[in-house]
Nanobody, 122 residues
Framework: QVQLQESGPGLVLSSQTLSLTCTVS??????????WSWIRQPPGKELEWIGC???????YFRPSLKSRTSIFRDTGKNQFTLQLSSVTPEDTAVYYC??????????????RGQGTQVTVSS
């Protein structure tokens, strides 16, 4: 059973960098054909895919967020980290990490963390 757990600060100031880490257990982030994503859900809105890294370490990002987003891995700890720079209150959301098969994105997600609330304060 794969488990994902998000960790990081729940409050970030505007213009700062949001940093969240996902710790994966029960499976390796190096396993072929799996994709490891960050997803968020702003209040009152739909789930939104942010970006992902695949088993090779290649990264893919939502075009509208690409200039502010980084995702990197710590394979020794079986973790992957999201960094979102220059945040504004519009980045306030519940952030999830997830695993998917076949491709990045919301489709194909088979495991997801419980989510962590991040509030951006102005």
């Amino acid at each position: 059973q794969v488990q994902l757990q998000e960790s990081g600060p729940g409050l970030v100031l505007s213009s700062q960098t949001l940093s969240l880490t996902c710790t994966v257990s029960g499976g390796s982030i190096l396993t072929t054909y799996y994709f490891w994503s960050w997803i968020r859900q702003p209040p009152g809105k739909e789930l939104e895919w942010i970006g992902c890294t695949d088993y090779r370490g290649t990264t893919y990002f939502r075009p509208s967020l690409k200039s502010r987003t980084s995702i990197f891995r710590d394979t020794g700890k079986n973790q992957f980290t999201l960094q979102l720079s220059s945040v504004t209150p519009e980045d306030t959301a519940v952030y999830y990490c997830a695993r998917s098969t076949g491709s990045c994105g919301l489709e194909g997600v088979d495991y997801r963390g419980q989510g962590t609330q991040v509030t951006v304060s102005s």
